[in-house]
């Protein structure tokens, strides 16, 4: 265990970091005045209202509200988790992560470090024996005789695991330990009666399995003649967990401008294939049916999937396993459908015998709607009355399971077309509220419109959009910080800028991230904040004020007795 990554290297690493850079690579920025203005990646508009400063290292949405630093966004816009982002954005700037020494808890982070480089280092072995191992004949035979060639077998990494049981404990088994990571990464297997160790994989065609960054994290591996299992996949290890991962997604992410579409093939050999042809968005399953893991990884980076199957009973009995599994993942935005293939095909047949266009044409797929409807019609006859009942309890669940929404309600209704039976779901989606701006867009009084915020909230609301204010905030009295969120929230944004008060607001928003304010802290940067730039230190330094002094209706309260704070006034309001 290495412990938490270090709250002063995540600090250096956003004031290395470009925000503007790293959002570029997803959004076309336009610069407006210090900032820079474009369509908002998290949500569909046609006017811009998504906002990133490279003075203070943030990006914001003022349409949906999403907000955060270069971290941030590449957690929430590539589907990474914290370390992952820390990881990738490190990586690009050149830097080693560094942790805290001695650290442990539920934010602690385990060095897989000598992993990944073993499996690297496999990996290179294995390509290596393909092009020089005496035995590798049989092996460039197979693939040639798949039709693959050598530049498609360099770029996605393919090798060879030559027979024998040491040739990769032989050349990265130096010692004990490296033994032991070995066996630890599924590269050998240690014997029970005796401390002896072996390779796992032997004469075969050797697949990486790659994470979304690219590293190595496990391999397929495909016998070259007959034998069983023709595909033996490394175990689940610290860094491979074949439920959350899909072959050759790294490619998909990695070719520059990412489809709209991904499509989700059944073998290595089929994604291999079809990028050959030019088919660059298919990716595989790793033995298993489709996990919903899968499903929602691949949902983070395109808008529609297509699950290509057989055409025959069998495929079509997998494409619903498949539709079960997406169903409760189809959010508004996700759109999923089948591709059959015609009889005696597989997509690496198929690309080969009729082109890479059969992939892109539209009327080849059947929509979810489509398929759902033509399965249920195929065990319950709409055309009787029983029938029809019967179609309302096959479909009512499945139904359930989409997200409230267009989708759901479109399903519903034309369940309630063949059936003619009313279908109603107890949780309908909430009704739409206006945006926050409305207000004061739709021609009401400003007064009518505007947020009047507590004096502690006012100061945080600043505090985040320029901390360096918090140098005027010296002569604030002690605030008690159970009082309220917002004055327990104001404290900590105070002690964490009184030694770092130029910290930008992509770093101090990392610092809040997993802290019993985050939310709180998401929820007022989400407000509609109007006050020109100009006018916010004078601002800060007026609020500082009203809770320095006392009110003096609460001061004359509190001498016959009463202990009940005053609500804030509209300091707009006349007295």
Not at 202 to 228: K, Q, S
Not at 336 to 355: C, E, I, M, T
Not at 470 to 482: H, S
Request: include cysteine.
């Amino acid at each position: 265990m290495a412990g938490k990554i270090a709250k002063s290297f995540i600090d250096e690493l956003l004031a290395r970091a470009n925000v503007v850079e790293i959002v570029e690579r997803a959004v076309q920025l336009k610069r407006a005045g210090r900032d820079f203005q474009g369509l908002c990646p998290f949500h569909h508009e046609k006017t811009p209202s998504f906002t990133v400063s490279p003075d203070k290292q943030f990006y914001h949405c003022f349409g949906c509200g999403a907000h955060g630093s270069a971290i941030g966004f590449l957690m929430n816009h590539d589907g990474l988790g914290f370390v992952e982002a820390v990881e990738e954005l490190a990586s690009a700037l050149g830097l080693e992560v560094q942790y805290e020494a001695g650290s442990a808890g539920p934010t602690a982070v385990a060095d897989h470090s000598g992993l990944y480089r073993v499996m690297d280092e496999a990996q290179r072995l294995y390509a290596k024996m393909l092009r020089e191992h005496p035995a590798r004949a049989r092996a460039v035979d197979y693939l040639k005789g798949r039709g693959l060639t050598g530049e498609i077998a360099k770029r996605f990494g393919i090798g060879y695991a030559p027979p024998g049981w040491d040739t990769v404990c032989a050349a990265l088994a130096h010692d004990s330990a490296a033994r032991k990571l070995l066996v630890e990464a599924g590269l050998a297997v240690e014997k029970e009666d005796a401390d002896r160790f072996y390779d796992r994989f032997r004469d075969r065609v050797m697949f990486p399995i790659r994470d979304r960054r690219g590293r190595c994290i496990a391999f397929g591996g495909r016998i070259i003649d007959a034998g069983e299992p023709k595909y033996l996949n490394s175990p689940e290890t610290p860094i491979f967990h074949k439920r959350h991962e899909l072959y050759g997604l790294d490619q998909v992410l990695g070719r520059g401008k990412r489809p709209d579409k991904a499509l989700i093939v059944e073998g290595y050999m089929d994604v291999v294939a079809l990028a050959q042809f030019g088919v660059d968005n298919a990716v595989a399953t790793l033995g298993t049916a489709t996990t919903g893991d899968q499903i929602e990884l691949l949902f983070r980076h395109v808008s529609e999937i297509v699950f290509c199957f057989d055409g025959d009973d069998a495929g079509r009995r997998a494409a619903w396993r498949a539709l079960e599994t997406v169903l409760p993942l189809l959010k508004e935005g996700r759109r999923a459908g089948f591709l059959f293939l015609p009889h005696g095909h597989d997509p690496d047949s198929l690309v080969r015998a009729q082109g890479p266009a059969v992939f892109g044409d539209k009327e080849r797929v059947t929509a979810l709607s489509t398929f759902l409807f033509d399965e249920l019609a195929a065990r319950a006859d709409p055309s009787t009355i029983d029938g029809k009942a019967q179609l309302v309890a096959l479909a009512r669940p499945l139904i359930a399971k989409v997200p409230p929404g267009p989708l759901r309600q479109l399903l519903s209704q034309h369940l309630q077309t063949l059936s003619g039976a009313r279908v109603r779901f107890a949780d309908a989606p909430p009704p739409l509220r206006a945006p926050a701006a409305a207000a004061t867009r739709s021609g009401r009084s400003a007064r009518a419109g505007r947020h009047v915020a507590r004096p502690e909230a006012r100061l945080i609301e600043l505090l985040v959009r320029r901390p360096s204010l918090a140098i005027l905030a010296r002569d604030l009295p002690a605030l008690d910080v159970a009082a309220s969120p917002d004055a327990a929230l104001l404290v900590a944004l105070l002690e964490t800028l009184e030694h770092t008060p130029d910290m930008h607001v992509g770093a101090l928003l990392e610092r809040f991230r997993d802290g019993p304010h985050a939310a709180h802290l998401g929820d007022l940067l989400a407000r509609e904040f109007v006050l020109d730039e100009s006018r916010w230190e004078s601002e800060f330094s007026n609020t500082v004020a009203k809770l320095t002094t006392p009110d003096p209706r609460q001061v004359a309260l509190r001498r016959i007795g009463y202990q009940r704070p005053l609500p804030d006034r509209d300091p707009s309001a006349a007295d």
